[in-house]
């Protein structure tokens, strides 16, 4: 990874360095940007600006963007979120820049499957969510301050709770059934295990927490434990333990300091998440990155958050998330001086005291974007 400049932030270690699939690096990349719903378009316009801005300082590439209006409002006029081939036209990007889905006169599970999950699953296996302190922004957590709560999820993003199988009988009676069939499979186990070793192979604790809940479910999460065991054999330098999932979120809480690269199911790993961005200040600032690693697909950047109706249009909304997964991009595209560069803006800025007011602040979200944009013309 190259390093940039004299500076005092805190290092950005690459999510994905150490994957031997490395891409080569190129002069323009194609973008697909899909806002979606909410404050979705809103931070998706900032991370944008400051990724068109990074391009210029760093001179060597450009990124193209080709906005697609794959929406809940594309979905109320025409009954799709997506046209037929929107696999095809995916395979056109580099990447995928997302916003968020969701709209209060839509099912959520509608929303969900209908765009978000339609393009991750099941090529985009790997979600990444790192998570630490930022500069300047504080933890609900009493004496924490950065770099004591660094941490990289890694979340299986194919299968477990989420792959779709079950269904629904006896509609509207007193017996009726609802199931949601957990799927685990000994592939989608293994890839997820390998991608997380080689995640925390690349941080300087080469520490790895993986999470299951093997006492009360006896199948499927105890072919997790028996699998990752397995893979545990190929990284000797990787410390390894593992934890329950209740458990889990009291040490996420109490010894924030002790855990370094989590790895957990579907499910679990989204409440996780959430819990982690919440301890580190807000789910504002989270970023999340769907990888393909085969990079058969291109992988897809989102903030954590949804689609926050309550400040949609106000202009608020808080454009960390998805400039710090713009950066995650950027990594991934192999662009890592460029990631490194958008990080320290973005730390610049929060220590500067330029925040939003999910954190306290009081500037608005062009605020936040033009004050990272002039730091990125300053470093
Ligand atoms: P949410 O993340 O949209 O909002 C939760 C709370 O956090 C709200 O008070 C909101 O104002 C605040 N918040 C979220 N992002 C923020 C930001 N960038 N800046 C400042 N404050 C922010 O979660 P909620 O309310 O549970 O879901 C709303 C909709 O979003 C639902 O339709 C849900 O299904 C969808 N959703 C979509 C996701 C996605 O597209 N990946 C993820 C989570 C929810
Ligand atoms: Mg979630």
């Not at 006169?105 to 969510?129: E, F, K, T």
Request: net charge negative; hydrophobic share 40%.
């Amino acid at each position: 990874m190259s390093l940039i400049g004299n500076h005092s932030g805190a290092q950005h270690e690459s999510a994905f360095e150490g994957y031997a699939n490395r891409p080569e690096r190129k002069s323009t990349y194609e973008v697909a940007q899909i806002g979606g719903d909410g404050i979705g378009p809103e931070v998706i316009n900032a991370g944008v600006q400051a990724i068109h801005a990074v391009a210029k300082k760093i001179g060597t590439f450009t990124v193209n963007f080709m906005e697609l209006d794959w929406s809940s409002d594309r979905y109320k006029r025409s009954g799709k979120y997506v046209p037929e081939d929107y696999i095809e036209i995916l395979h056109r990007y580099d990447a995928i820049l997302f916003g968020a889905v969701g709209a209060p006169d839509v099912p959520d599970h509608v929303s969900l499957w209908g765009l978000r999950l339609a393009i991750c699953q099941p090529h985009m296996y790997a979600n990444v969510r790192r998570t630490k302190v930022l500069p300047g922004i504080s933890s609900p957590l009493k004496g924490l301050s950065p770099g004591d709560l660094d941490w990289c999820i890694i979340r299986e993003n194919s299968e477990g709770e989420y792959a779709g199988h079950g269904g629904r009988s006896h509609r509207g009676l007193e017996h009726e059934i609802g199931t949601e069939v957990t799927i685990f499979t000994r592939t989608a186990i293994r890839r997820i295990a390998r991608y997380a070793f080689q995640v925390a192979r690349s941080r300087p604790r080469k520490l790895l927490t993986y999470v299951t809940k093997s006492n009360a479910m006896r199948n499927g999460m105890v072919l997790w434990d028996e699998v990752i065991k397995e893979v545990a054999k190929e990284f000797p330098d990787v410390t390894m333990d593992h934890m329950l999932v209740d458990a889990m979120t009291v040490r996420m809480t109490l010894q924030p300091k002790s855990l370094d690269t989590i790895l957990a199911t579907n499910l679990h790993a989204d409440i996780l998440s959430d819990l982690a961005a919440a301890l580190a200040g807000s789910i504002g600032i989270a970023p999340t990155a769907n990888i393909d690693p085969s990079r058969t697909m291109p992988s897809m950047f989102e903030p954590i958050h949804g689609s926050a109706f309550d400040i949609t249009g106000m202009g608020v909304a808080n454009p960390v998330g998805t400039f710090w997964s713009a950066c995650e991009m950027l990594d991934w595209l192999g662009e890592s001086e460029a990631s490194q560069l958008l990080m320290e803006a973005i730390e610049k800025t929060c220590a500067d005291g330029i925040k939003t007011r999910d954190l306290g602040g009081n500037a608005n979200t062009q605020e936040v974007t033009n004050a990272v944009i002039e730091r990125i013309e300053a470093l």
